[in-house]
């Protein structure tokens, strides 16, 4: 082999040499981010069940503690209480806004 043959300043062996790291890189980002992003969506799908579960609770016992809240409203309570309290927040939340 000519070690000498250079393009742009380095010869064929030190290109090949960066590809190859180059491609390993890659190869290492994209399984970081398959990673991530099964991670993000088993969080996602636990965080459904569980207020899924919540909402269980909670329909089956009025005086839950979680209702009138947020919270309550975010797991999916219908409830008057649980309305008013998005309602409340809305309001709330437009009037600072403005
Ligand atoms: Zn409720």
Redesign the pocket.
């Known amino acids: 082999m000519k070690e000498k043959t250079t393009f742009c300043g380095r010869t064929a062996r030190e290109w090949a040499l960066l590809y190859a790291a180059e491609a390993n890189e890659c190869e290492r980002l994209r399984n970081e981010l398959e990673i991530a992003t099964r991670n993000e969506t088993m969080r996602k799908k636990s965080q459904k069940e569980s207020r899924a579960k919540v909402l269980e609770k909670?329909r089956k016992d009025p005086s839950d503690r979680?209702?009138?809240t947020l919270y309550?409203?975010a797991c999916g309570?219908?409830?008057e209480?649980?309305r008013a309290a998005k309602r409340d927040y809305d309001a709330r939340r437009k009037a600072r806004n403005a």
């Open positions: 909670m979680r209702h009138g309550g409203r309570c219908e409830c209480r649980c």
